[in-house]
């Protein structure tokens, strides 16, 4: 059964960087996916960034330019670099798996004010 276990969130100011990690059970290079998602007070969950077991990414439009997803297989991690962060990037951010109906993180808080 895969495991994530996410780290790195916190408070930042606008502008800042905060760069989250999803360390997963299992050789990330069977997961057909993975990605970020994140869920703001009051709203629905949306994807962030996704990349495929390809290396393929996608971002949200909201994120382009500003955050990178990567991976580093030999660690079975996913990073999320967030730059120039905004207090509207401030949401509850889960690591994911085989997509939505997949497995879910615990979820790490990103705050972003001043």
């Known amino acids: 059964q895969v495991q994530l276990v996410e780290s790195g969130g916190g408070l930042v100011q606008p502008g800042g960087s905060l760069r989250l990690s999803c360390a997963a059970s299992?050789?990330?290079?069977?997961?057909?996916?993975m990605g970020w998602y994140r869920q703001a007070p009051g709203k629905q969950r949306e994807l962030v960034a996704a990349?495929?077991?390809?290396?393929?990414?996608n971002y949200a439009d909201s994120v382009k330019g500003r955050f990178t997803i990567s991976r580093d297989i030999a660690k079975n991690t996913v990073y999320l670099q967030m730059d120039s962060l905004k207090p509207e990037d401030t949401a509850v951010y889960y690591c994911?798996?085989?997509?939505?109906?997949?497995?879910w993180g615990q979820g790490t808080q990103v705050t972003v004010s001043s």
């Open positions: 994911n798996a085989f997509g939505d109906r997949g497995v």
């Open positions: 990349v495929t077991s390809a290396g393929s990414k």
């Open positions: 299992v050789n990330i290079f069977v997961i057909n996916v």
